[in-house]
T-cell receptor, first 115, second 110 residues
Framework: EAGVAQSPRYKIIEKRQSVAFWCNPISGHATLYWYQQILGQGPKLLIQFQNNGVVDDSQLPKDRFSAERLKGVDSTLKIQPAKLEDSAVYLC?????????????FGAGSRLTVL | QKEVEQNSGPLSVPEGAIASLNCTYSDRGSQSFFWYRQYSGKSPELIMSIYSNGDKEDGRFTAQLNKASQYVSLLIRDSQPSDSATYLCAVDTGRRALTFGSGTRLQVQP
């Protein structure tokens, strides 16, 4: 099966600019996650979707970050305006979302550098 | 207190030795436990999952879980230089999303 697709792989922007990341999960996976991984740290959950509904966005900085998952498939994560501390890798993951063990598969990630 | 704690390392072991990686978690309601491996510049990949107390073996990897002590470990037997990576412990506290530790960097010396 095809993996989780993400784009762009790399993005460099100036602070206060905006950026958007795109994710296409594994076919049939109902649950989609966006994680932020700052260098030297573990991934931190930003938002979790079940189909096209938000399950958990408690750690999403809503004053600057937004995410949507239209039609329960692809998702977009947007940052506007970006701050220096947003420099990180943004990882998209998906899982079947059914009962039982919840195994996440990650995409290659989108590396953001804010100057 | 962090939800999932790991020693950041680096943990250095000689080739062929056993590497022991440890993780503690704070939420007693946690149900599922995972070990991910992350090579530098790459995304995390799942190597082991464990759901009940005891040991689970898969090739050179053994995961151990002790829910009473809130402790998970990963043993890597016959360590190889290709095992050099950061190992992330992840816990499902029942919210379905995984909470990750900060990772332990493992270095296997040839």
């Amino acid at each position: 099966e095809a993996g989780v697709a993400q784009s762009p792989r790399y993005k460099i922007i100036e602070k206060r600019q905006s950026v958007a990341f795109w994710c296409n999960p594994i076919s049939g996976h109902a649950t989609l996650y966006w994680y932020q991984q700052i260098l030297g740290q573990g991934p931190k959950l930003l938002i979790q979707f079940q189909n096209n509904g938000v399950v958990d966005d408690s750690q999403l900085p809503k004053d600057r970050f937004s995410a949507e998952r239209l039609k329960g498939v692809d998702s977009t994560l947007k940052i506007q305006p970006a701050k220096l501390e947003d420099s990180a890798v943004y990882l998209c993951a998906s899982s079947r979302g059914s009962s039982g063990a919840n195994v996440l598969t990650f995409g290659a990630g989108s590396r953001l550098t804010v100057l | 207190q962090k939800e999932v704690e790991q020693n950041s390392g680096p943990l250095s072991v000689p080739e062929g030795a056993i590497a022991s990686l440890n993780c503690t978690y704070s939420d007693r309601g946690s149900q599922s436990f995972f070990w991910y491996r992350q090579y530098s510049g790459k995304s995390p990949e799942l190597i082991m999952s464990i759901y009940s107390n005891g040991d689970k073996e898969d090739g050179r990897f053994t995961a151990q879980l002790n829910k009473a002590s809130q402790y998970v470990s990963l043993l890597i037997r016959d360590s190889q230089p290709s095992d050099s990576a950061t190992y992330l412990c992840a816990v499902d506290t029942g919210r379905r999303a995984l909470t990750f530790g900060s990772g332990t960097r493992l270095q296997v010396q040839p």
